[in-house]
């Protein structure tokens, strides 16, 4: 298909332009950011006192389950897609994505997969209520009807995400502009490089671990069942196998996004570009050897808890490397605080807050007391909310010039970035401490003594969704209303000689700032 403009729906549905292919990413992943938070502030409703109060303990497992499977497969792993679908060819000199027709194939699959997923909700024995990381044998011999039905929305997913991943490898391997070697890309194609090498590798261990879960649950296989000589722990075994290297699939492309923003708004190159490559490397071949710090409760050998324990701790290395990069970049910088660079630096603080508590659960004898407890929520919300979510937000901000030509209101993007950081912190900070204090996730009560920080919790919950709703107007109101910024202006050179630049300067467009010779 032609890339000139399509007419109607047709444009939409049968587009192989990788422009129009990210927008309709970024758009339904806010559409399903919006769904999952909105089952977020029913789970936060239900903990804003202690007792019972608004929904059925087997309905409030349902929400947890749909809350982190929307959020994970539905909201941050898309948005980033997205932006690799409009910034990758834009960044390297590609005239479009390497397979066109099948970009467009591996989004249009998307919604039909979370249809299902979210459609069980009313199915008979409601939606699946076993947890986003769906442990057998409680997703297998416990599990309600629609189980089969969310096994079929995942296998989508991942086809999907194996696709848009296989396109991108092909993209920036092959069609590079001349002269662009690899390590003069900008560090948004590195990591999303890096990330699609991921994805290929993992997905495929996703699935078979839900095609094991089918057999059982259909066929009369036991891969999972103890009973028929399987095991339990097996399934943790490859779940997390898929799962941390998920959770690096998921902040490679945030960490690219605040690599691309930092040196705009510091008005410096990156500091060690060649160290943030290698770093990005070493944190992706290193998140497949951690899988299971997930599960030093379960009874494995001292050894294995030993080398898992150190192998964990390895992986904060590079990482710190990474901010200590970031902050270095800032270091005497020439730093101004627009919208994006605001969500940069909250990342960069919050992030680090999310390592040291992943290190603290790194520390096997400790994690005995932190796991399963309110702890881990606050820690792993610190790296996908704080993480992800933010620099998806500094992202939006920071391109949406480029991509509409218009400018988006900066008042109004700096009310969204203070209420969605006072909202956040007020969710997730008490949550450290109720969770050290010994209360267990995913339950609908909960004692007395915990009151007090819940309700904070659930005050910053509300207050952080309302900072989305903000966002999502300064958003529509921009593509709407939006002051252009392609109005050409007349600069007179040093010879009396004149040119034209759009103004203001297209910080957007650039990596670090453009030099005038």
């Not at 032609?2 to 049968?14: C, D, E, N, Y």
């Not at 749909?66 to 897609?81: N, Q, R």
């Not at 410096?268 to 290193?286: D, N």
């Not at 010994?438 to 952080?464: E, V």
Request: charged letters at 10%; a neutral charge.
């Amino acid at each position: 298909m032609a890339h000139g403009p399509a007419k109607g729906l047709s444009r939409w549905f049968l587009t192989t332009n990788h422009k129009d292919i990210g927008g309709l990413y970024l758009w339904f992943s806010f559409a399903m950011f919006l769904i999952g938070g909105s089952f977020a502030m029913i789970i936060r409703a239900e903990l804003f006192q202690p007792g019972l109060q608004l929904v059925e303990p087997n309905f409030f497992n349902q929400m947890t389950t749909l809350h982190g499977l929307v959020m994970v497969f539905g909201a941050i792993m898309p948005a980033f897609v997205g932006l690799a679908n409009y910034m990758i060819p834009v960044m390297i000199g590609a005239p479009d994505m390497a397979l066109p027709r099948m970009n467009n194939w591996s989004f249009w699959i998307l919604p039909f997969a979370f249809t299902v997923l979210i459609g069980s909700l009313f199915m008979e024995g409601g939606a699946p209520n076993f947890g986003w990381t769906f442990y057998a044998p409680l997703s297998t011999t416990y599990a309600p009807p629609s189980v089969t039905y969310f096994i079929f929305g995942v296998h989508i997913m991942g086809i999907s995400s194996i696709m848009g991943a296989i396109n991108i490898i092909a993209t920036i391997v092959n069609m590079r502009a001349p002269g662009m070697t690899l390590m003069k890309m900008p560090l948004f194609v590195w990591t999303w490089l890096i990330t699609a090498f991921l994805l290929v590798a993992v997905m495929p261990v996703l699935a078979g671990a839900v095609t094991m879960m089918l057999m059982d649950i259909h066929f009369g296989t036991s891969f999972f069942s103890a009973a028929g000589g399987g095991d339990p722990v097996l399934f943790q075994h490859i779940f997390w196998f898929f799962g941390h290297p998920e959770v690096y699939i998921i902040i490679l492309p945030a960490f690219g996004v605040v690599s691309e923003i930092i040196p705009t708004f510091s008005r410096k190159p990156l500091f060690g570009y060649a160290s943030m490559v290698y770093a990005t490397a070493a944190i992706a071949f290193l998140s497949f050897i951690v899988w299971a710090h997930h599960m030093f409760t379960v009874g494995m050998p001292l050894v294995g808890e030993l080398y898992f324990m150190w192998a964990t701790m390895l992986i904060a290395i590079p990482t710190a490397a990474k901010v200590f990069n970031w902050v270095t970049t800032m270091f005497k910088g020439s730093i101004t605080f627009e919208t994006p660079m605001l969500f940069c630096i909250a990342f960069v603080f919050l992030f680090t807050i999310g390592g040291f508590t992943g290190l603290m659960l790194a520390i096997a004898p400790a994690d005995m007391q932190y796991h399963d407890s309110y702890f881990v929520v606050a820690h792993f919300h610190y790296t996908m909310v704080a993480g992800a979510i933010f620099s998806m937000s500094a992202a939006v901000y920071y391109w949406l010039p480029k991509w509409t030509g218009k400018m988006y209101n900066e008042t109004m993007g700096k009310v969204h970035f203070w209420i969605a950081f006072i909202g956040f912190n007020l969710t997730f900070f008490p949550q450290h401490f109720v969770g050290l204090a010994g209360m267990p996730r995913r339950i609908p009560d909960y004692a007395l003594q915990f009151a007090d920080f819940n309700m904070m919790s659930s005050i910053g919950a509300f207050t952080y969704g309302l900072a989305q709703l903000l966002f999502l107007f300064n958003v529509i109101a921009t593509i709407r209303n939006g002051k252009p910024t392609s109005e050409p202006k007349t600069w007179e050179g040093a010879q009396g000689l004149e040119w034209t630049l759009p103004t203001p300067l297209p910080y957007h467009t650039f990596s670090t700032p453009p030099e005038v010779k």
